[in-house]
C-alpha cells in the first residue's frame, strides 16, 4: 500500500541553524500539508501546498518557515533559523482527493539545542 | 474554541473489553477522521466520516457522528493490548484546495492484558 514517506527520521540541530525536513506524498496525490506536535500536545497544522503554492498557512508559519516541492514526488519544509520552541514532531501528510483522507507520514523529531 | 474535544482524556481498559471515546465540536465540519497514535510515532488514520453519514465500520471500529449535537463516537470492540495508544478526532472543513484538519486533544487508551 502506498505511504508518506519523512526523512530524517530524527534531526538535532543548534539553535539558529538551518533545517530541511524532507517528504515524499504518495504519488498521485495533489494536496499537501505539514503539521506539528510538540511533545504532550496536539498536532497543529502549519501549511497546505497545491499546485506549487502555499494554499493556506497557520499563524505558527511565520516568516522562518518555508516549502517547496523541488521535483516531482519531494515536498520540504525548511527552518531558516531554529528556535528552542521549534522542537517538535513534524508530520507531513498527503491528501486523497478522491476520499478526503489525509495519509501521514511517521514523523520527524527536531530538536534544537 | 473550533478543535475537537475528546472525552475521555485516559481511559483503561482490561483486554476484550469496548473502549468508547468521544468528541465534541463547535464548528461545522465536512468530515471527521480518526487517527491513531502510538506512543512517540506517526498518526495511523481509521476512518472518515462524512457530515451526511451517521455511523460507519471498519472491522472492530465502529464510528457514530451526530451533527446536531457536533459529537461524533468511536466505538473498538473486543478490544487488545496491540490497541494501547492516543486516538484523536480531527475536523475537516471544506476549504477548496486547503481543506486542514483541525485535531483534538486526544484520548489515552491502556488496554490492560
Known amino acids: 500500500e502506498p505511504e508518506v514517506t519523512q526523512t530524517p527520521s530524527h534531526q538535532v540541530t543548534q539553535m539558529g541553524q538551518e533545517v530541511i525536513l524532507r517528504c515524499v506524498p504518495i504519488?498521485?496525490?495533489?494536496?499537501f500539508y505539514w503539521y506539528r506536535q510538540i511533545l504532550g500536545q496536539k498536532v497543529e497544522f502549519l501549511v497546505s501546498?497545491?499546485?506549487?503554492?502555499?494554499?493556506?498557512k497557520s499563524e505558527i508559519f511565520d516568516d522562518q518557515f518555508s516549502v517547496e516541492r523541488p521535483d516531482g514526488s519531494n515536498f520540504t519544509l525548511k527552518i531558516r533559523s531554529t528556535k528552542l520552541e521549534d522542537s517538535a514532531m513534524y508530520f507531513c501528510?498527503?491528501?486523497?482527493?478522491?476520499?478526503?483522507?489525509?495519509?501521514f507520514g511517521p514523523g520527524t523529531r527536531l530538536t534544537v539545542l | 474554541s473550533q478543535q475537537g474535544e475528546e472525552d475521555p482524556q485516559a481511559l483503561s481498559i482490561q483486554e476484550g473489553e469496548n473502549a468508547t471515546m468521544n468528541c465534541s465540536y463547535k464548528t461545522s465540519i465536512n468530515n471527521l477522521q480518526w487517527y491513531r497514535q502510538n506512543s512517540g510515532r506517526g498518526l495511523v488514520h481509521l476512518i472518515l466520516?462524512?457530515?451526511?453519514?451517521r455511523e460507519k465500520h471498519s472491522g472492530r471500529l465502529r464510528v457514530t457522528l451526530d451533527t446536531s449535537k457536533k459529537s461524533s463516537s468511536l466505538l473498538i470492540t473486543a478490544s487488545r493490548a496491540a490497541d494501547t495508544a492516543s486516538y484523536f478526532c480531527?475536523?475537516?472543513?471544506?476549504?477548496?484546495?486547503?481543506?486542514?484538519?483541525?485535531f483534538g486533544t486526544g484520548t489515552l487508551l491502556a488496554v490492560q492484558p
Open positions: 466520516i462524512r457530515s451526511n453519514e
Open positions: 501546498f497545491y499546485n506549487n503554492e502555499i494554499s493556506e
Open positions: 501528510a498527503s491528501r486523497d482527493y478522491t476520499t478526503d483522507t489525509q495519509y
Open positions: 504519488s498521485n496525490h495533489l494536496y
Open positions: 480531527a475536523l475537516g472543513r471544506y476549504g477548496g484546495a486547503t481543506n486542514k484538519l483541525i
